[in-house]
């Protein structure tokens, strides 16, 4: 079996998306099926062609103004000619043109989009251009033959805004490789951390947690980890309200130094107004770190009032400083329960055997 990968960025670049691709990626190829991934690079420094981890990956020239649509002609010129060397190409992420383009390019091959939707784009501008792009970006979904939806979540929402037959989609959450987590171990520290990993950007609702800060006891610091066009932002917002030193950014961290960040926090927090599944609450609460998420779209799947809590959305900054004050000292925090976490291994056998019925093989 012959399966290409299509995304609009991969690895080194790191991101909810990036990640899930990587490591279904390199599942399949240790199971012995031919995988590769199919990308782009807006910097165009990185190398066309080379393996990462037994994955073949190809990079292709592209235009992806302030971070996003990721344009790329000599992307789609490649599907058009190529996709019927596949017996699968599987396209990831809804908002970006690669998933479009394997649409256009559909021939021979079973197409599987897991779109990663959540309803809208990331501002104003964005979600105007939205409007336009839905007429291209239900023939995503029309020529798909599956749709992977990582919550029930995003299924309602695809069905809801494109009418798609309820039987061409099926939920597979985004996995952890739960054994990383394991062993890791909590540091003291003279200081109580509130965490936050992800892209920087508006929506995300980061400023709040820094607006709570001065509402907030002195030994609170928030540690922000990631990078986006929000940054500058957050860091002038941070100045402005005289907490600069209790706001603490950091980017391209290892994977030992992330996980690290988790298990060392006291408190895990992601406001965002819309997320389709919310990788990085999962990684916190198998860090046995308690979580405040929005109480809406994916994050409210999370809520249970044990480990993860909900607030509302828009947030209301009194109600925040006052769920961060009792989630914070609760004694119970390292104990975990109830969680809805799975294994890469889970999720990567669980697309074989759709790939399989697709391919009707028994």
Same mark, same amino acid.
């Given at each position: 079996?012959?399966?290409?990968?299509?995304?609009h960025r991969?690895?080194?670049?790191?991101g909810?998306?990036q990640i899930?691709v990587?490591?279904?990626?390199?599942?399949l190829?240790?199971r012995?099926?031919?995988a590769?991934?199919?990308t782009t690079?807006?910097?165009?420094k990185?190398?066309?062609e080379?393996?990462?981890?037994?994955?073949r990956?190809?990079?292709f020239?592209?235009?992806?103004p302030?971070?996003?649509?990721?344009?790329?002609?000599?992307l789609?010129?490649f599907?058009?000619?190529?996709?019927?060397?596949y017996?699968?190409?599987h396209?990831?992420?809804?908002h970006?043109f690669p998933?479009?383009?394997?649409?256009?390019a559909k021939?021979r091959?079973?197409?599987?989009?897991?779109?990663?939707?959540?309803?809208?784009?990331?501002?104003f501008f964005?979600n105007?251009l939205?409007?336009p792009?839905?007429?291209?970006g239900?023939s995503?979904?029309m020529e798909?033959?599956?749709?992977?939806?990582?919550s029930?979540?995003?299924?309602s929402l695809?069905?809801?805004h494109?009418?798609i037959?309820?039987?061409?989609i099926e939920v597979i959450?985004?996995?952890?490789n739960?054994q990383?987590?394991k062993d890791m171990?909590?540091?003291?520290?003279?200081y109580r951390?509130?965490?936050?990993?992800?892209?920087?950007?508006?929506?995300?609702?980061?400023?709040?947690l820094?607006?709570? @800060?001065?509402? =907030?006891?002195?030994? #609170?610091i928030?540690e /922000?980890?990631?990078?986006g066009?929000?940054?500058? !932002?957050l860091v002038k917002l941070a100045?402005n309200?005289r907490?600069?030193g209790?706001?603490?950014?950091?980017?391209?961290l290892?994977?030992?130094?992330?996980?690290?960040?988790?298990?060392d926090?006291?408190?895990?927090?992601?406001l965002?107004?819309h997320?389709?599944?919310?990788?990085?609450?999962a990684?916190?609460l198998a860090?046995k770190?308690p979580c405040i998420v929005?109480d809406t779209?994916?994050?409210?799947?999370?809520?249970?009032?044990?480990?993860?809590?909900g607030?509302?959305?828009?947030?209301? @900054?009194?109600? =925040?400083?006052?769920? #961060?004050?009792?989630v /914070?000292?609760?004694?119970?925090r390292?104990?975990? !329960?109830r969680?809805?976490?799975?294994?890469?291994?889970?999720?990567?056998?669980?697309l074989?055997d759709?790939y399989?019925?697709?391919l009707?093989i028994?």
């Open positions: 079996m012959k399966i290409a990968q299509v995304c991969y690895h080194p670049h790191v909810g998306i899930h990587k490591e279904i990626s390199e599942r190829v240790k012995g099926f031919e590769e991934v199919l690079d807006p910097s165009g990185l190398p066309k080379e393996i990462i981890s037994n994955v990956v190809r990079r020239k592209s235009w992806a302030n971070e996003a649509f990721y344009f790329s002609e000599d789609r010129r599907l058009m000619n190529n996709s019927s060397d017996d699968i190409v396209a990831h992420n809804y970006a998933a479009l383009y394997a649409a256009q021939n091959n079973k197409l599987v989009v897991t779109s990663h939707y959540h309803g809208g784009g990331q501002t964005r105007l939205h409007i792009y839905k007429f291209l239900k995503i979904f798909a033959d599956r749709i992977i939806c990582v029930d979540y995003e299924k695809i069905e809801n494109f009418k037959d309820k039987e061409k959450p985004n996995g952890l739960l990383e987590f171990e909590r540091r003291k520290k003279d951390a509130i965490l936050y990993v992800g892209r920087l950007e508006k929506y995300k609702n980061i400023q709040y820094i607006k709570a @800060l001065p509402k =907030l006891d002195k030994d #609170i928030l /922000i980890v990631g990078k066009p929000y940054k500058k !932002s100045r309200l907490v600069e209790r706001v603490r950014f950091f980017q391209d290892s994977r030992n130094e992330l996980l690290q960040r988790y298990a926090a006291d408190l895990f927090a992601l965002s107004k997320e389709a599944y919310g990788i990085s609450v990684e916190a860090s770190t929005a779209s994916a994050l409210k799947e999370w809520v249970n009032n044990e480990n993860c809590f607030i509302n959305n828009p947030v209301n @900054l009194d109600e =925040l400083v006052n769920i #961060i004050n009792n /914070i000292t609760m004694r119970f390292r104990s975990v !329960s969680l809805r976490l799975h294994d890469w291994d889970e999720v990567s056998e669980k074989v759709l399989k019925l697709l009707d028994v």
